[in-house]
């Protein structure tokens, strides 16, 4: 719709009941108006058509990336790849940490105030709302492992998270595991969710039925890492896994941890496969046997989408980039084998 044809901030007041005043804070992400008035004002823009950028501020250079949190996991480094990606172009570089539990809805009204080129969210969700709320100023924002079907309007980056699975559990097959244990991420996450299924699937065709037994559930995060670890290993002697496939390198690096406090030797005792290929997996002893995810090409892809939509001309709104499996040293033939 062009400028022409939107309706006047007096038209939206009238049908939200409020003033001219009132609806010009929303358009322009002010202070001043309550959640449930900005909400009806947003809601009343939306159904008419109304987006405007702000006016008030100047789109600054800078891409932000959202992230729930700063860790020793794949998110550091999606912020080294971006960084010294978007240096060479130039393009400055903005980090926000949600932090875990339910996200503020202020923390995306801020992001709209800064009014950066785009938005990189590196989050498990992102909800219908707070998409909302970047395209009623028009910023363009990528999401990285969206959830669900990509609809056209929505760019994302994506990498092949089942094929990852997959290979990470029949690499393990082939050395002749048959007791394959796997410490799974969040269960809302989509990744988590293929890389389970990759895994399940490896196996199935294995002629290998999973074992609940040999599911521990986990959260990317190095506490429920460790816990899920302790599980597995903790199972009676004939049902303990002869090797682990973690989902992701920070719990794989605290199987390692679960592993020697219980005298095991890695990888005689115990084979393990993270997912990531982050440091410092190749400097362990034994070095880490994990799937590498192309951080440097989702930092550059992601990037490439947000400048490309500035300039009208996205050809692929939705990516999804190949992973493979990076051998080392902490994986062998079973013990029994």
């Known amino acids: 719709m062009n400028d022409a044809k939107k309706p006047k901030v007096s038209e939206i007041a009238r049908l939200a009941g409020v003033s001219n005043a009132t609806v010009s804070k929303v358009i322009n992400g002010r202070e001043g108006v ?33 992230l729930t949190e700063v860790m020793a996991n794949g998110t550091n480094a999606i912020i080294a790849e971006t960084t010294k990606y978007a240096k060479s172009l130039p393009i400055g570089i903005t980090i926000t940490q949600t932090g875990r539990g339910k996200r503020s809805e202020e923390t995306f009204r ?9 938005v990189i969210l590196v989050l498990s969700t992102v909800t219908e709302e707070e998409k909302s ?13 969206p959830v669900g079907e990509v609809p056209s309007d929505t760019l994302g980056v994506g990498i092949d998270n089942w094929t990852g699975g997959l290979i990470a559990t029949e690499h393990l097959i082939k050395l002749g595991h048959k007791r394959i ?4 991420g969040p269960q809302n996450a989509e990744s988590a969710q293929a890389r389970y299924g990759g895994y399940t699937t490896a196996l ?17 995060t190095p506490e429920r890492g460790y816990q899920a670890a302790c599980t597995l290993l903790d199972l009676p002697s004939g049902k303990r896994p002869t090797a682990i496939f973690a989902c992701n390198d920070a719990t794989a690096l605290n199987v390692y941890r679960a592993a020697r406090q219980r005298g095991m030797q890695l990888p005689e005792d115990l084979s393990i496969v993270g997912f990531d290929n982050v440091y410092p997996g190749e400097y362990l002893y034994p070095a880490l046997t994990t ?3 192309p951080f440097d090409l989702i930092a550059r892809k992601a990037v490439d989408m947000i400048l490309d939509a500035r300039a009208d001309s996205v050809d692929d709104h939705y990516l999804i980039l190949p992973t ?10 079973p013990k029994a084998a």
């Open 324 to 333: 493979r499996l990076v051998v080392r040293e902490s994986t062998a033939v």
């Open 181 to 184: 244990g796997i410490i799974t």
């Open 204 to 220: 199935r065709r294995a002629g290998i039925v999973p074992d609940p037994e040999l599911t521990a559930y986990g959260d990317y």
């Open 291 to 293: 799937v590498n995810q």
């Open 34 to 66: 309550s959640r449930e008035t900005r909400e009806r004002i947003e809601a009343i823009m939306a159904s008419v058509g109304y987006t405007k950028s702000l006016v008030t501020t100047k789109t600054s250079q800078t891409i932000e990336l959202v």
């Open 110 to 118: 801020e992001i709209l105030n800064r009014n950066p080129l785009g």
């Open 133 to 145: 709320l970047l395209r009623s100023r028009n910023i363009p924002f990528v999401i990285i492992d």
